[in-house]
């Protein structure tokens, strides 16, 4: 069973690809890893922001009116 690999959803095969080829899919794989794990890292950092602007805003609504809302919502 030969191997191959995809380029804007049509399938090629590696069989005939000089060694020069087999690099370029070899850095084509890692770039994609590479682009998978940004990925992850910005929905992370995405999801830290959106709880610091969230703890931000109880602080703002404790400062103003002096209740603590964390307190309030809390389920301790």
Same mark, same amino acid.
């Given at each position: 069973?030969?191997?191959?690999?995809?380029? #804007?959803?049509?399938?090629?095969?590696?069989?005939? @690809?000089? /060694?020069?080829?087999?690099?370029? %899919?070899?850095? *084509? !794989?890692?770039?994609?890893?590479?682009? #998978?794990?940004?990925?992850?890292?910005?929905?992370? @950092?995405? /999801?830290?922001?959106?709880?610091? %602007?969230?703890? *931000? !805003?109880?602080?703002?609504?404790q400062g103003r009116t002096?209740?603590?809302?964390?307190?309030? @919502?809390?389920?301790?």
């Amino acid at each position: 069973m030969s191997q191959g690999f995809q380029i #804007d959803g049509v399938e090629y095969s590696v069989e005939g @690809l000089s /060694k020069e080829g087999m690099e370029l %899919i070899e850095r *084509l !794989k890692f770039t994609g890893h590479v682009l #998978d794990e940004l990925s992850n890292q910005r929905a992370l @950092l995405t /999801k830290a922001k959106n709880a610091y %602007i969230s703890d *931000l !805003k109880l602080e703002i609504v404790q400062g103003r009116t002096g209740v603590d809302l964390g307190a309030l @919502l809390s389920n301790d």
